[in-house]
DNA sequence: CCCCGTGGCTAAACTGATTTAGCAGAGCAT
DNA sequence: ATGCTCTGCTAAATCAGTTTAGCCACGGGG
């Protein structure tokens, strides 16, 4: 069983055409539903009939070799496993691909030139009709120029081109998170878990922290305030974050709230703290970005401006379809609000 | 830049051809390295320039409607989102395809019936080779009817019908966890932390808990000892292992070790621990399945055997395209040692 | 009575490959 | 000279659709 051909023995058009007692043209002119043309209401029946009865499904192959549409486009990234942030960004291509009755081709280039290379030409080979080239962590990339010649949307990335992108609107994120904090009281004593500057700097590497710390900043100081302290990691990983919030734990002036980077790094700060004997959020405040799942795991939970993976999957696909935005869609990342920000003690 | 046709302006076969002097017949027959054919080694060389001049390659949907042949897979499964798992077995199977020259065709079913049919339509239409059905969580499921014309890999997932499927090998994991609590000391005093039992007899919801479980009471009744205690849990998320781990502390007899039956619970059952004053593993061992990245973050380090979803993506592929196993494939899951397990100290 | 327009439909070309059937010429034996 | 085999190659069919060009019949106007 099941070794045989794929979906042989499918009626072709012919079939339709004969079983409706009419021409291939007349068929295929009906069920594509062409205006202008000039076959009788009844020759409509018929057609809709047999296909209906034969279970008539057209062979995409057949169909783009003339029409070099294949309503398949490729979802192209660096890297797709590992993390879960991929997870979200084919769900939502996926999402908003079926919804325009179209089937995504993936391939990742594990950052390898040949790799990519490789990928590119199968997917051009297939007749992709776009691409979604994507970027695991927000960053700037250089696009390779054989799909230039076609539809791209940037997802998670910029390019020295000017392309369609779609990017998580980190900056405002910065300031969201910034906000819930003033709010709640916190003004002086607020300071920061980021990572190592140098590789923040390299927009090759990252844009997100940048934009994050631009957004963060702005607040405090539209609010009249500054960082506190600032530590810094060389890796968005929890051990990082622990070893920054010990570090900060070791100065006099103790913060009543911390920032972090992301949620690793937060677990890593959860991890210092508890070890330290102080309480989230009654001895100090956390936030975060990303809402890695983790950040609804941790007690308390951690309030975090959520990476919107699905919407930024869902928008690069709609903007390759419906080849809407010109400009760079920024698309929000949400406040999720659990227990890990209360008044400051002191 | 970009609005055109994809990969339009391509060379053909006939202008290799027509480059070469030779007939499309002949370049086909070069290019595919045909046997047998009888063309002069002058015709070869020719060939191959030609080609090599024009960077042809060949329209797959053309090859496609003649041979049948798409070299493509389609990749279904319930879930791909949410899950880091599906990560893995992307990749996995992505690797397994590139080496073999496929592209990997994707598509979510989100366990509705109605998205099901579509994306097999989908696939099928585009006549794919093959199909690997995957189940995010180890289960028993009905394959749809249609896909049963070509080959199919189950992966992760088991069926009434007969057909090649890759498992992890749980039960193996099972014994393997144990045994790794037995050689460090611990004997009559190990817990564990599962699931509700209702579900976890279901095999349409998880086959995963009964293997494990399997696993560990065989061990265990080897070494002529019975679990101390057993917590179980309405669902596999953090909360509850951690309520399921006070539970456990509640009783006057404390354990020396405890089985989470993922990383998750074990997640919780380390909160519940830190807020106890009890600290892993000089109090209690803590031993687990999965391996979430989460495991490598807790402090300490979670022993824990991981789930191979690369390998088993991997394999999924080669048994689709070499066609081996008739038997169903499981893979191993090996122990990631940490520092969660120390000699028990009463 | 002839011409024209239009309604209703179809034959055939076309997409780019693979594959089948077979042709032309050379060399050899009869 | 004739027939046979073998070498080296090609014309044409085929896959399953879409699209172009145009046929035929009928009705109305001049």
């Known amino acids: 069983m099941g070794r045989g051909q794929m979906g042989r023995n499918r009626a072709t058009l012919a079939d339709v055409a004969q079983r409706a007692g009419l021409s291939k043209t007349a068929a295929s002119m009906v069920l594509n539903g062409r205006e202008g043309t000039r076959l009788s209401a009844e020759a409509h029946q018929r057609v809709f009939a047999a296909a209906e009865e034969l279970g008539y499904r057209p062979n995409v192959a057949a169909r783009s070799l003339r029409t070099r549409k294949t309503a398949t486009i490729a979802f192209v990234s660096d890297i797709v496993a590992t993390t879960r942030f991929a997870g979200g960004l084919i769900r939502g291509a996926l999402d908003a691909a079926r919804e325009r009755d179209h089937v995504l081709l993936i391939a990742e280039t594990q950052g390898d030139a040949a790799f990519e290379r ?13 691409v979604v080239y994507a970027a695991m962590a927000t960053r700037r990339l250089t696009v390779p120029p054989a799909i230039l010649s076609g539809p791209v949307v940037l997802l998670n990335a910029t390019s020295p081109e000017d392309l369609p992108r779609v990017l998580p609107d980190d900056e405002r994120a910065g300031r969201t ?44 100081s539209a609010a009249g305030a500054t960082l506190l302290a600032e530590a810094f990691c060389s890796d968005w990983l929890p051990e990082h974050g622990y070893a920054a919030m010990r570090t900060l734990l070791t100065k006099p002036d103790r913060p009543s709230a911390v920032i972090c980077m992301n949620d690793r ?10 070890e330290a004997g102080l309480a989230v959020p009654t001895d100090i ?57 209360a008044a400051p003690s002191a």
């Open 118 to 130: 490789y990928a590119i030409e199968a997917m051009l080979d297939r007749q992709v009709d776009g």
């Open 177 to 220: 998170v910034t906000t819930a904090l003033l709010d709640r009281g916190h003004r002086d004593r607020i300071a920061l878990i980021g990572r190592n500057r140098l590789k923040e700097r390299d927009p090759e590497v990252s844009l997100a922290a940048q934009a994050r710390l631009r957004g963060i900043r702005e607040t405090l």
């Open 265 to 274: 790094l937060a677990f890593g700060a959860y991890q210092a703290l508890g």
């Open 285 to 341: 405040s956390v936030v975060s970005f990303d809402d890695d799942p983790i950040a609804a795991w941790l007690r308390p939970g951690l309030s975090t401006a959520a990476l919107p993976h699905e919407q930024m999957g869902r928008r690069a696909v709609e903007i390759l379809l419906d080849g809407r935005a010109t400009e760079p869609v920024l698309v929000p990342m949400p406040l999720r609000r659990r227990r890990s920000v």
